[in-house]
């Protein structure tokens, strides 16, 4: 199994200057190419300082100058934002200029607040679809000379411009959670990526379980890789690990809060949240984070980890956004690479 760093631009105060922000970002992913790490991938969101991330190929081109070796992922492109000519165009350039190291990830998005800004009307169904449509047209684009007579896209032939340095184009990932959307991945050649939210190791049983029915109801296709992506912390003893289920709970709350939509919004931040408010969320928890993420010291995380390499996960995601103090994360990103890769190597 090999490891990956999952990273954003996380604000959620206005005391925090976002280019110091982007600075960490930076720093972190430095850490994560110098430490072995297998490739960084970083989002899109739109209107948000929770996650500040309005075009990832801005920020992979950059890290491309000041990385060697990791590949460059977008993790993920809200399909429904992107017109496929234009993301096709724009991934291959990207690909050209990191010298062939880009991932594509690619979802069908989660905030309602985004859709309501970006295409008003939009609820998920129709996001799902609009992703069903843009990947299989993108890996067109980039064969060439494509038309499309489509539900949300329709154009003449057109050629990806560019076209990507890599054979065939990048690898293109599905984040996907229900059964439909793991077939729709397998039976297009896309590799999944997978986030538990809230049940722990058995939702990470239950989505391998799926992946698996859908790799065997395509027996002709290649068996795609799928990416397990997990909020992370290696701790330095108990007390550490207990006070960062405290603050991915924090951080947790804050995701929920916007998922729901029902908050003001001002200057990009979301109202905040009152301690009674986080202490009295009906499932997030400290103790939920606890069990539910890989919150433990090096030891611990070497044995969950391993589990989820015998269940066939091909990669492991590093999520680092927690809400945390640049230094703290750094701190449990070098415990990682030092403490817990090696048992994998």
Not at 36 to 41: C, L
Not at 194 to 202: I, N, S
Not at 232 to 261: H, M, P, V
Request: aromatic share 12%; glycine share 6%; proline share 6%.
């Amino acid at each position: 199994m090999r490891f990956s760093l999952f990273v954003h631009m996380e604000r959620t105060s206005p005391d925090q200057d976002q280019k110091q922000l982007y600075d960490d970002f930076i720093a972190l992913s430095k850490i994560a190419d110098e430490g072995g790490m297998h490739a960084v991938w970083t989002g899109e969101h739109h209107g948000m300082d929770f996650t500040i991330a309005p075009n990832p190929f801005l920020n992979l081109i950059d890290l491309a100058r000041q990385t060697k070796n990791v590949r460059l992922g977008t993790g993920t492109i809200i399909a429904p934002f992107w017109h496929p000519v234009r993301l096709a165009g724009e991934a291959a350039m990207t690909d050209m200029i990191t010298d062939g190291r880009l991932d594509l990830g690619i979802a069908r998005g989660a905030y309602s607040y985004e859709y309501e800004r970006m295409v008003p009307g939009m609820d998920a169904w129709d996001a799902g679809l609009r992703m069903r449509e843009l990947v299989p047209a993108v890996q067109a684009l980039w064969k060439g000379d494509y038309a499309q007579e489509g539900t949300y896209h329709s154009f003449p032939a057109t050629t990806s411009s560019p076209k990507p340095v890599q054979e065939n184009g990048p690898p293109i990932w599905v984040a996907a959670r229900d059964p439909n959307s793991h077939e729709f991945a397998v039976a297009n050649g896309c590799h999944v990526q997978v986030t538990p939210l809230w049940q722990g190791d058995a939702e990470i049983t239950n989505l391998m379980e799926i992946f698996n029915a859908a790799c065997a109801k395509f027996p002709d296709m290649p068996r795609p890789n799928i990416m397990l992506l997990n909020h992370t912390y290696i701790a330095a003893d108990a007390a550490d690990a207990q006070l960062a289920s405290e603050e991915i709970n924090r951080f947790y709350c804050y995701f929920g809060a916007w998922f729901k939509n029902e908050r003001p919004v001002s200057q990009g931040l979301i109202e905040r949240l009152t301690e009674e408010e986080i202490a009295n969320h009906p499932f997030y928890s400290a103790e939920a984070m606890m069990r539910d993420n890989v919150i433990a010291t090096a030891d611990g995380a070497i044995s969950k980890l391993k589990t989820y390499e015998e269940m066939g996960y091909d990669e492991y995601a590093f999520w680092i956004d927690s809400g945390m103090s640049f230094d703290r994360k750094k701190a449990s990103l070098e415990r990682f690479i030092n403490d817990v890769m090696p048992a994998f190597s």
